[in-house]
């Protein structure tokens, strides 16, 4: 099922959250928004499902228009960030909460509803639980319920928000994984919503960065950490590494150092070299270059992405 | 406010929990039919006497007397009040002993006691004969049939007030301060009196202003312990009703709006100084 | 006792002991004391007087009464109180604050003014009471009057005890019932309800224990016609003006009753709500 969404705009009391995205999400992928605080990714996402009505542009699911259905009708699962299990329901109830509010006509019987339930928590690996209420839960096993909840109804498009972010670190690294499987079994099309950028480059198929409202930059994991096409990608994915001077000639100086940049655009003027650290090395032996692109090999194709993004921002 | 005006009509139809409409519908009726037309009937009532009349009934001497002496015994008991409940706020939060659980339920009595109840048994306990008025008596105090018996009654039901509108405050309040000021060398009267009565006094007021509103408005517990001697003993919500029987409508309106406008503009008040205050501590 | 915690101001045991002593004092003489003088008075004729009292006719008409106005209250006020928690604590409308704010107004108007305002409405000379009464219907001075009256008085008790239970536990559960598929009345049933249970259980407590003992409100408009329009709360006045005040005083225990019933609700209710 795929995810279109086109020309969609969302402000908050005067606050613009959403200032004109366009994506289309394909089929069966798993799709990370990514960005920090005040993106708008979770607004986005609660777009999609339907929790939230955007001001301008139109969402279709599988070509179908969805951006007039209400929740309850566009079969869309939902996994909130605090779980947002039903606390007086027994776990086994809170999973077999959906097929129990269909009407009459389209409801599963009660054998078949429970069956489908022991299915679930098996997939979840939590079967022994389904008597527990909510507070007797870790953190990981409500995650995974309310993962089990929503997948219960059979949605096409699962969607996450921060589905990690409130968990310690070891459970997220261990659910993680357990996600990617999930996904890659049954097939559907996923997004969800991470501020982390270790989780959105090593869970998903594509990337979505977000910042301030809008998308800086879409891309598969590996081209998006390696081909940053911005300053605020460079800087949010990773670690960096930033040195300040003035460049002339393809040399950049900063009092009595200096860096000779490999071939490439020349202008000149104050500027700003972005560095990954493993970029650099450090070399006892003196170097007439001074710069790790001293023609070692494959790092002068390292070198090679950000003096092509120094060059882009000489005008700053 | 342009943001939310659109909002509202691109999205009144999309809201995503269900039942705005109807959950609207019932609210407005109920508030429009039970509250607000009264209130407006009466508001109506009084301003169609015209001016002159309106003033007559206002300017009454019996009724003036009424006026100052309801204000000044609300004002007593608030102020008794306000020192009650911040004893016993601090007492019920502060400390744990045997009996502590009663005590705080007790502090609800009055606002589940009738009015009518409070107002015979205060009646009895404080009268000439009763147990409190003949200890008193001795002492040369006079509670029955005089203003003090209407402080007593007005303070006895709306002790719950400032309690509760205190206690939770005290309850939040951060332990970090007080040590803060303790190591400094400060002592108990010190700290209670600069750190943490600072904290508390937008709740007392809140409470205060509370338990001032209704010991205005307050009848069942008063009339039997008062005596009701008109210019000396008499409130103003008695006073409403002997303009009613006798047959006085108008008077009684004029009476009653004054006392309903004085109440909607404490409440008023004392919502903008929650509002303020919540603001002042807590950022916008 | 506070043993193991950091020391804070007024821990030492003087002050400590001074402030409880003086707490629990005040507390006995002035509120507790009440109650031990309903039952003393009450019982001053003995268990046969006190029962000859209670059984007395028109002691009994006013308990039916006063029964019969609770019964009809508290199910009106409940639905409203729902209806406006759900409405305020669950969407964003211009307006809102306003709305929230108009709910207190019962709570800060005089009990006599309440009564007034409903006698200028419906009584025989009111706008609406003179339509009503070509038809010859007669709200004022009969049981109508008194119900409407309480309901004026008690509606803003359910909703308020409902709303910051209510906004505290904010609207999560709902939207994920919602995306599950869960239409309004499912939503409430099986999500909402089982969540405000209790501040619901108590907000009608309140409700019923302020319904039963409305007295100024009530006066105003009933006319206290013995036997028809008198409520527990006016017959326990009325007794006490003929100077039967042990009879006063039996009919005031049954509301005392009441009240600490309503108390010891309160106290389990906090307690189950503290349980996690």
New interface residues.
Partial sequence: MSIEIDAIEK?????SALAGIDLQLPAGQLTALLGPSGSGKTTLLRILA????P?QGRIRLAGRDVT?V??RERRVGFVFQHYALFRHMNVADNVAFGLSVRPRRYRPSAARIRERVAELLEMVQLGHLADRYPAQLSGGQKQRIALARALAVEPDILLLDEPFGALDARVRKELRRWLRNLHDQLHFTSVFVTHDQEEALELSDQVVVMNQGRVEQIDAPQPLYERPASRFVFDFLGRVNVLEGSLHDGVLTQGKASIHLPAGPRPAGPAQLYLRPHELRLDDQPSQRLSAAAGRGHQSDRCRSPRRAAAGWLGE | ????????S??AA???????G???G???F??AL??????T??FI?AAGMGWEAFWFVISDPRVVAAFRVTVLTALAASLFNCV?GV??A???V????P?R?L?D??????F???????G???A??FAENG??GQALARVGIEVAYTPLGIIVAM??TS?PFVVRTVQPVLEDLP?ED??AA?SLGAS?LT??RRI?LPGLWPAIVTGGGLSF??S?????AVI?IAGNSPYISEVI??M??VR?EEYD?PA??AI?AV??SA??L??LAI?VWQERSVKRLHGA | ??TGR???????TA??RT??A???L??A???????V??IA?AFAAGWSGYIGNILDDYTLDAIGLTLFVALLTVPITL??GV??A??VT??Q??GRKL?T?????????????AG??????YGR???IGEWLGRYDIQLMFAWPGIV?VT??VT?PFVARELIPVMQQQG?DE??AG?VLGA??WQ??RRVTFPNIRWALLYGVI?TN?RA?????AV??VSGSIRGQTNTL??Q??LL?QDAN?VG??AA?SL??G???I???A??IVEWRQDRP
């Fill in positions: 402000s908050f009391r005067g606050v339907g929790l939230e009505a001001d007039d209400p929740v | 406010m342009q943001a939310e005006a659109s909002s509202i691109s999205s999309k809201r995503v929990l269900p039942g705005f109807l959950s609207l019932v609210s407005l109920f508030l039970v509250v607000l037309l009264p209130i009937g009466l009532r009650f004893l016993m601090w007492v019920l502060r400390y744990s002993f009996g659980r005590l339920a007790l502090m609800d009595l009055p589940a006691l009738p009015t009518a109840v409070a015979i048994t205060l009895a306990l147990w409190y303070a006895f002790v332990g007080e040590e303790m108990d700290v209670f943490l509103a209704r205005l408005g307050e009848y069942g039997f919500s008695l409403i009703l009613l409508f009684a309106s009653a006392v309903l109440s909607l404490l409440l919502s | 006792m506070a950091a020391r804070r101001v007024g821990d030492n002050t400590r402030l409880i003086l707490a629990a005040i507390t003489l002035f509120l507790f004391m009440p109650l003088v309903i008075e639905v409203f209806f406006m759900w409405l669950r969407f409308f211009p709305l704010a108009l709910i207190d107004i019962p709570f800060a108007v005089s009990p006599i003014v007034l305002l409903y006698l200028l409405l000379n009111g706008w409407m309901i004026f509606c609207s709902e939207e919602v239409s309004g939503l409430f309140l224990a039963v003992g409305e007295f100024g006066s105003v709360p006016l326990v006045e006490y005040v006063a005083f005031a509301l005392a009441i009240a600490l309503t108390l010891v309160k106290s």
